[in-house]
């Protein structure tokens, strides 16, 4: 009998938080990033000089966790995740661990977008949603091959997730998302009218020196 085997698989890890946590929680990191783009004079100057439609952190500040406890907390919340993701991506590891090297905050404004990129450098990257309000956009993942596929016709509508070349996914407040970092995805513009509130993150292989 013939078979068919599915190999090359893209894993994308999704979780919600607990709601007994995540609703403190979020309006704590709400408040903070208001904070934030309001007072982050670098920060603002790098979003203007950058046409980034609303506030990011990510061109000015890397030392969130340790400026602001509600962050630290966010970290150790994910930290478990991001651990179970990796075994079940069944990496070499060698003894190496992880380390969450870099954290920032971003509030898309209406209309905004991120356009596709990847995360050089990192292992795993991921976002934490904190508030999606009614019309904000999902985040789409891109089929890593798509580059290659030259001549080969588009799949149907009705195909199955794993044959589609980009999956959206609608995020909800206390959700988070993990995958590697090489996938390459992207936000569309925000159709809601106020802004769309997430922290992203990017977990490296730590270093000899820096594991001890």
């Not at 090359?8 to 408040?31: D, K, Q, S, W």
């Not at 596709?116 to 990192?122: D, E, N, R, V, Y």
Request: glycine share 8%; charged share 20%.
């Amino acid at each position: 009998m013939p078979t068919l085997t599915r190999y090359f698989a893209t894993p994308i890890y999704e979780a919600a938080l607990p709601p007994v946590t995540t609703g403190a929680l979020n309006r704590r990191l709400a408040a903070s990033i208001a904070a934030l783009a309001r007072d982050d004079g670098a920060g603002i100057a790098w979003c203007r000089e950058n046409a980034y439609p609303g506030y990011t952190s990510y061109g000015s500040l890397n030392d969130l966790a340790w400026r602001d406890p509600v962050f630290a907390e966010l970290e150790s919340l994910i930290a478990p995740h991001v651990r179970r993701f990796v075994r079940a991506l069944a990496l070499e590891m060698r003894g190496r661990t992880l380390l969450c090297d870099s954290l920032w905050v971003n509030a898309l404004a209406a209309g905004g977008a991120h356009s596709g990129h990847i995360h050089p450098g990192s292992l795993i990257s991921g976002t934490y949603y904190v508030a999606i309000p009614k019309g904000a956009s999902a985040i789409r993942f891109e089929d890593p091959r798509l580059g290659l596929m030259m001549a080969a016709p588009p799949p149907r509508a009705t195909a199955p997730a794993a044959r589609q070349r980009f999956i959206a996914r609608a995020p909800r407040p206390g959700s988070l998302l993990l995958w590697e970092s090489w996938l390459r995805h992207e936000v569309p513009a925000n159709g809601a009218k106020s802004p769309r509130l997430s922290v992203s993150f990017n977990y490296a292989l730590a270093d000899k020196e820096t594991a001890r």
